[in-house]
T-cell receptor
Framework: NAGVMQNPRHLVRRRGQEARLRCSPM?????VYWYRQLPEEGLKFMVY????????ESGMPKERFSAEFPKEGPSILRIQQVVRGDSAAYFC?????????????FGSGTRLTVV | EDKVVQSPLSLVVHEGDTVTLNCSYE??????LLWYKQEKKAPTFLFML????IEKKSGRLSSILDKKELFSILNITATQTGDSAIYLC?????????FGKGTKLTVNP
């Protein structure tokens, strides 16, 4: 059981480029959550997805950010035209169902640096 | 607005000391509270608390929830250098976690 796999671990992008962050949930988990951690801040919820569905995107910035969790393959968090303020650690968590009683398992995160 | 406040924000102790980390919350439709330990990688799960007054224990770590006063504490006894980490408190609300800023614990030898 490989756990929640995120890649890349580190990503450097120039301002204006696109960043694509990937998350493969634990085997048997069909619910994925993305969180962002800014320096000196706690983790902030971004989006909650189930296979092929966005359940809650209330934490996503309105522009430039999108997320998907296709039927096959990993969940992708996409940031278009990155700016310096997007520099942060992005964590993915997965759960077998949407109920917290089964817990949330986090990946090791992708650290995005925008230069 | 939902709020989770942890204190202190940072703490430096010596090996062998006992520490108490605090987490207070204001969340509508509270379901449960979770504690995580974050080193330089994935936050790892410590405890989930749903009922008041019932202590959860794992080795030197223990935690309890007070739903009337809206807070939880995490205790670590006989601290070791390996306990150095950021401890995160989070409340579950509608399927997502609302996190505090964390308490950075440093345990010196």
């Amino acid at each position: 059981n490989a756990g929640v796999m995120q890649n890349p671990r580190h990503l450097v992008r120039r301002r204006g480029q696109e960043a694509r962050l990937r998350c493969s949930p634990m085997k048997g988990h069909s619910h994925v959550y993305w969180y962002r951690q800014l320096p000196e801040e706690g983790l902030k919820f971004m989006v909650y997805l189930q296979k092929e569905n966005i359940i809650d995107e209330s934490g996503m910035p309105k522009e430039r950010f999108s997320a998907e969790f296709p039927k096959e393959g990993p969940s992708i968090l996409r940031i278009q035209q990155v700016v310096r303020g997007d520099s942060a650690a992005y964590f993915c968590a997965s759960s077998p169902t949407g109920q917290e009683i089964y817990g949330y398992t986090f990946g090791s995160g992708t650290r995005l640096t925008v230069v | 607005e939902d709020k989770v406040v942890q204190s202190p924000l940072s703490l430096v102790v010596h090996e062998g000391d006992t520490v108490t980390l605090n987490c207070s919350y204001e969340v509508t439709n509270f379901r449960s509270l979770l504690w995580y330990k974050q080193e330089k990688k994935a936050p790892t799960f410590l405890f989930m608390l749903t009922s008041s007054g019932i202590e959860k224990k794992s080795g030197r770590l223990s935690s309890i929830l007070d739903k009337k006063e809206l807070f939880s504490i995490l205790n670590i006894t006989a601290t070791q250098t390996g306990d150095s980490a950021i401890y995160l408190c989070a409340v579950v609300r509608e399927g997502k976690l609302v996190f505090g800023k964390g308490t950075k614990l440093t345990v010196n030898p």
